[in-house]
């Protein structure tokens, strides 16, 4: 990450600025102390790509970067940044606002598999009600193998179906799968509330996490 | 005491056990937990992860059932749960725009009053009135514990108080102590596990996983205890596999803490599902004369 700093650019503000208010998070606050650096779990997952490198890129501009790199997908939401930053900058939440905005630009994520294992949760969640395993694991073995022939990623789908079933097998065996599917009552009024957030987005600039 | 429950969908699919051993082992020690009606999923961090306005609104609407409910706390067994319900309070006490465009939608409307509480909260809450140690029939000697929290318990998205120390949590050491177990000093009790990456990202959550597993065995550990299901079941049903990858030759039986304490009140293995674990839980316990 040779960086020049190019100060005072639109670029670097409008992203800053988009950032900031949709995370709730002051990056301007950060001096580069690295304390997130050293709690950061993954560091070596990312190449070194730390919470500290992933603000310093966002306030100096860096679109293309900051929407597109392993931090963002490699993220365990552990909150160590967070806790450990003396200036209270929840790296983490930074990192969410990223995959969302990387989503909206329909930016390929750098791991597939956490975005779909993400999306295909909630989809799973916002339809029943709760989280039923074994369909919500259906739909994400099967987004990831589409996702796998769009990449002509063959051996990888191989390798994942036989880990995914493995692991059910195991499960089973241990009489830890449940096949009674889980839903709550009144889902039409429970849909309702789901469907909410258009209009609560629309209405507003901010994300709830900007209210700290 | 009479207390809501909210168990999560996990207690509810592969780990049933902890949902059987939370209401068992709690009710022994005079706390009932009465199960929320028509509780939804909470979110996870999926939610956050997605969509600003679900992350919110999915453990919202527990928050209002609990509200309208008669009783004052809520028991929130699992982690990630309770970090998603107690954010989700935390931040509709201070956006009261986003609190009324959810109680439009709600019959059960969501007024701030439910105390939420962690499982080691409301065990501490029996210790305090001597409602534990007066159940203890087997003192767990011998069993050297490496209290494992993981994240989601003491840290938050927001800037909130957790419930115990932030880095040092003392709530399963206390509770272990007043069994006769010796729990160990160790490095890495909130560490990540990985979560949800044990499933999409193996290689990260088992890099993670094997640094918590090097740790407890070099301290000499004989076992892991946590209160966390997901935890549970990542450290559980992956050991055997991180252990040859990284070359640890030592598999430690993860316990959940109620299920540690139901052994000194007692209970039959059976009736805690101690055989319905992946790494050889029961040996350890024979051993120690815990356990026929
Ligand atoms: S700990 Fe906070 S101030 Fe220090 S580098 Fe990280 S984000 Fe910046
Ligand atoms: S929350 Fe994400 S960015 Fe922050 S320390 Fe944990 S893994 Fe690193």
């Not at chain 2, 609407?61 to 319900?85: E, K, Q, T």
């Not at chain 2, 070099?218 to 209160?227: D, I, W």
């Not at chain 2, 059976?270 to 316990?285: C, I, K, M, P, R």
């Amino acid at each position: 990450m040779a960086t020049v700093l190019e100060l005072g650019s639109d670029k670097a503000s409008s992203l800053a600025g988009e950032v900031m208010a949709r995370s709730g998070q002051n990056l301007s606050a950060c001096y580069q102390c690295r304390r997130c650096a050293s709690g950061c779990p993954v560091g070596e997952q990312t190449g070194y790509l730390t919470p500290d490198r992933l603000i310093r890129m966002i306030v100096l501009g860096k679109r293309d970067a900051a929407l597109d790199n392993p931090l963002i997908w490699k993220c365990v939401s552990c909150y160590t940044c967070g806790t450990r930053c003396p200036n209270d900058i929840m790296t983490a939440r930074v990192v969410d606002t990223l995959k969302k905005m990387a989503h909206e630009h329909r930016i390929r994520p750098s791991s597939p598999k956490v975005a779909a294992f993400h999306s295909s949760f909630i989809a799973a969640a916002k339809r029943a009600g709760r989280l039923n395993e074994l369909s919500f694991m259906g739909r994400y073995t099967m987004k990831n193998t589409l996702g796998g022939l769009a990449r002509l990623r063959l051996r990888g789908i191989i390798q994942d179906q036989k880990d995914q079933a493995g692991f059910g097998l195991v499960l089973l065996r241990k009489g830890r799968v449940h096949f009674l599917p889980q839903k709550i009552k009144n889902r039409r009024q429970f849909k309702r509330l789901m469907r909410k957030g258009r209009a609560w987005a629309g209405s507003v600039s901010k994300s709830p996490a900007s209210q700290e | 005491m009479e207390l809501a429950y909210y168990p999560g969908c996990s207690l509810k699919a592969s780990t049933e056990i902890y949902d059987e051993q939370c209401k068992r082992v709690l009710s022994a020690v005079g706390i009932n937990l009465h199960e929320m009606d028509n509780w939804n999923c909470c979110g996870s961090t999926s939610a956050s992860k997605t969509d600003d306005f679900l992350a919110v609104a999915l453990p919202a609407r527990n928050l209002g059932i609990a509200d309208a409910s008669d009783y004052s706390g809520m028991v929130v067994p699992c982690s990630c749960c309770y970090n998603r319900l107690l954010s989700a309070q935390k931040v509709l006490q201070t956006d009261q725009s986003l609190l009324d465009t959810i109680n439009e939608e709600l019959t059960d409307k969501i007024t701030g009053k439910t105390k939420i509480l962690t499982v080691l909260e409301a065990i501490q809450f029996a210790a305090k009135s001597g409602d534990l140690t007066k159940n203890v029939v087997k003192k767990l000697e011998g069993l050297k514990a490496a209290c494992y929290y993981g994240c989601m318990l003491t840290r938050f998205p927001y800037d909130m108080a957790a419930s115990d120390d932030v880095e040092n949590p003392q709530g399963m050491e206390t509770i272990l102590k007043a069994l006769g177990a010796s729990p160990l000093d160790w490095g890495y009790k909130t560490e990540c596990c990985g979560a949800s990456a044990a499933v999409n990202d193996k290689d990260t959550a088992f890099k993670l996983m094997s640094r918590i597993m090097k740790d407890a065995v070099a301290r000499q550990a004989n076992c892991f205890v946590t209160s966390c299901p997901m935890c549970q079941l990542n450290l559980d049903a992956f050991q055997k596999k991180i252990g040859t990858i990284y070359g640890i030759d030592r598999e430690l039986p993860v316990y959940f803490i109620t299920e540690l304490l139901g052994v000194a009140f007692g209970m039959p293995a059976g009736e805690l599902g101690l055989d319905q674990h992946f790494a050889d839980s029961t040996t350890l316990l024979k051993e120690l004369n815990l356990y026929e």
